[in-house]
């Protein structure tokens, strides 16, 4: 059978001569690998899996390349559920979990040069085209566990199995539906083991989060360029995107850069604005680290250095509202308890400024001016844990060992006739992210300041 290679329409043909000289005349190919850091983890969090569904055949992909146009791929980002369990980012592999608990990882070894012609051919996996991978001797190595070729895979699952389903279409078809609900319980399970992080997670988590400081002080000190830049919401993008390459494996989510108006759109992700100083810039970003676990910061920051009345009228409100919640945060303490406590505080202080009157606060009409949630869970998805059932997170409550945001905010649209032209289009939030301990939460983003006077010493500092 003719060899199945990823080739461009553009591609010179090979010659018998060419292909025949590429087989030969190349150093060794296997190299010692050390394990990773993660494989013990790893190894604990399968046998916590197979053990909350014994006697089961459990089939986790990592997931597929996607082209982005043409034949130019999105660079690949592995699913979360299969790096929480083997630590793996390579596209195509797949984790099978047997009844018996035993676990192995099927994957697109590196061939043999003398008899493939894939290291120069190949687009998506030649070695010459995208870098090296492991051989399946180097794959057991590193990630501590058996390893066996692709293309053995669909033998190995002849009798019925759950399936994490829409990773991976070939997967999801060449295993039998195991049932809806089946299937569905496997993807909640793989949420709800993530719920609590180990020491190994949260020490990542911690150098996202200290990497994303660093980004919001390159933010700062960048400025002055972005202020004179046409495009400045996208000059800080570009910015903080820099540092999130340099210590990480990118950004955890399209960062919101918003500024004046921009920042009442929740998501505003275009990042095409003008900044003006007598404005303020919201920046929603994180840093994800090499192992992929992300931060989630916010800062609302006065482009001229210090907030107007107004804008610090609005600013304060929303930071006495995160101060309140932060304070609730403890193990036993139920997850909605911290979003409750923050939204009676911009309850009152909507009330107190005549935007609401009693029955309208009492009445929750504080939404329209503040519609999400303050706050979700945080790991290697940036909402993480999001398919884990309503009982052990949304309705659950705080154990030690999680990681969550809190994010109180207030969007005053810029078309609400419901408020006064001084407070039109001026959008504040304040995230910052929090692990819950024993006796309460420790502040993983307390390198970066939170309140009014605090952040325009930090801008001044900076020499801004």
Request: glycine share 8%; aromatic share 6%.
């Amino acid at each position: 059978m003719a060899e199945k290679l990823n080739t461009g329409s553009h591609d010179l043909p090979i010659s018998d001569a060419l292909a025949e000289f590429m087989r030969g005349g190349w150093a060794g190919a296997h190299e010692d690998v050390a394990p990773l850091p993660v494989a013990a983890y790893a190894a604990k969090r399968r046998a916590r899996l197979a053990e909350r569904l014994p006697g089961e055949r459990l089939v986790i992909p990592s997931g597929t390349l996607r082209a982005r146009s043409n034949d130019d791929d999105h660079r690949f980002r592995t699913h979360s559920a299969f790096a929480y369990l083997t630590g793996g980012q390579q596209p195509d592999d797949v984790l099978v979990i047997e009844p018996s608990g035993e676990a192995r990882l099927f994957l697109h070894p590196r061939p043999s040069r003398a008899e493939s012609q894939e290291f120069y051919r190949d687009r998506r996996y030649g070695e010459f085209w995208v870098g090296r991978r492991f051989d399946l001797a180097e794959a057991e190595a590193a990630y501590q566990i058996e390893c066996a070729h692709i293309e053995t895979l669909p033998a190995a699952l002849s009798g019925p199995a759950r399936v994490l389903r829409g990773v991976d279409a070939s997967i999801d078809a060449l295993v039998s539906p195991a049932g809806d609900d089946r299937d569905a319980e496997l993807a909640a399970v793989l949420s709800e083991l993530r719920l609590v992080k180990d020491e190994w997670e949260i020490a990542e988590l911690q150098q996202a989060v200290d990497a994303t400081a660093r980004g919001f002080e390159d933010v700062v000190r960048a400025l002055p360029a972005a202020l004179a830049h046409p495009r400045g919401e996208r000059y800080v993008e570009g910015v903080f995107g820099m540092r999130s390459r340099l210590e990480g494996n990118a950004v955890g989510y399209q960062s919101i850069v918003a500024s004046g108006a921009h920042a009442c759109v929740l998501h505003w992700i275009r990042n095409d604005g003008r900044l003006d100083p007598a404005e303020m810039l919201l920046l929603d970003a994180g840093v994800e680290g090499d192992n992929l676990y992300t931060a989630d910061v916010t800062r609302t920051l006065p482009l001229s250095g210090r907030f107007s009345p107004v804008q610090r009228q609005v600013y304060d409100l929303v930071y006495e509202a995160q101060t309140a919640a932060i304070a609730v945060l403890r193990p036993g303490v139920r997850f909605r308890e911290f979003h409750e406590t923050a939204m009676r505080v911009i309850s009152d202080g909507l009330r107190e400024w005549g935007l609401l009157s009693r029955a309208q606060a009492d009445a929750g009409l504080h939404r329209r001016y503040t519609l999400c949630s303050s706050g979700h869970m945080l790991g290697l998805d940036v909402h993480d844990c999001a398919r884990a059932r309503a009982e052990t997170y949304l309705d659950g409550v705080l154990e030690e060992g999680q990681v969550l945001t809190v994010e109180p905010g207030l969007y005053l649209q810029p078309d609400d006739l419901t408020l006064p032209p001084e407070l039109r289009g001026i959008g504040v939030r304040i995230e910052d992210d929090l692990v819950i301990t024993a006796d309460g939460a420790r502040l993983m983003s307390a390198a970066l300041p939170r309140r009014a006077d605090e952040i325009e010493a930090w801008m001044a500092a900076l020499a801004w």
